[in-house]
């Protein structure tokens, strides 16, 4: 029996880890690309003063959002392996943007409000960077972790909801604390998904990276607007 060839053999252990390096790479790259349609969403948004959960309906509006949004992401992966996907997830980014509008405008509002929207997104990127490296160095499958954030996620959605009737300032500032830390989380178990060969789909990955990222900015500007904000 003739040993193996060593040079095989590295190619065999380097071939995998060569493919995980080229998923992350293809999930950044589309991630920035993701960002485009988003600006051009979120500015279209506040020439049009777009709202779609509006002051007479918000608890439809908010109904209305959700399918949207679930309708978009079932698509995305129906079509993840066909530059479809691709598309459809530009088309999902974009309407975020819009959605995203709305707040927008009203942090705009305030004296200080571009250096609030500045603040969220450096912020924003500063913890995407701590979390995505913290993801990268793990080499332990963190996928387990991923069932109990999903738990946070329903339960938010449902505070969320539930606010809308309720109208509790306070509740508004505990959810955004911790949709924060529950998306800065999902960044790490997401990062690390892709490195550990958990995620191989570049388009998914990069669904669930630019959720993260979302849902962080989102609920770092609220909390930025309510302690931060100087009314003009």
Do not use: C
């Amino acid at each position: 029996m003739q040993p193996e060839n060593p040079l095989i053999q590295s190619r065999t252990i380097a071939t995998p880890a060569l493919a995980r390096n080229r998923v992350l790479r293809n999930t950044y790259l589309l991630l920035g690309i993701s960002m485009l349609p988003t600006v051009l969403g979120a500015w279209l948004g506040l020439q049009l003063k777009f709202s779609l959960i509006g002051p007479a309906h918000p608890a439809i509006g908010f109904m209305l959002f959700l399918a949207i949004a679930f309708g978009f992401m079932f698509a995305i992966e129906k079509t993840k392996n066909s530059a479809v996907g691709v598309a459809v997830l530009l088309g999902f980014t974009f309407f975020m943007g819009l959605m995203l509008s709305r707040m927008l405008g009203m942090v705009l509002g305030l004296s200080n409000g571009a250096s609030l929207i500045g603040l969220a997104f450096g912020g924003t990127g500063v913890i995407f960077a701590s979390m995505a490296a913290i993801g990268t160095v793990t080499k332990r499958d963190l996928s387990g972790l991923s069932k109990f954030l999903f738990i946070g996620v329903i339960l938010l959605l449902v505070a969320g909801f539930a606010n809308i009737f309720l109208q509790i300032p306070a509740m508004m500032v505990a959810t955004s604390m911790i949709a924060i830390a529950i998306f800065s989380a999902f960044m790490v178990v997401d990062v690390n998904r892709i490195v550990t060969g958990g995620e191989t789909n570049y388009i998914s990955a990069t669904l669930m990276l630019y959720l993260d990222l979302y849902n962080v900015f989102v609920n770092l500007l609220a909390l930025l607007g309510i302690f931060g904000g100087n009314n003009r």
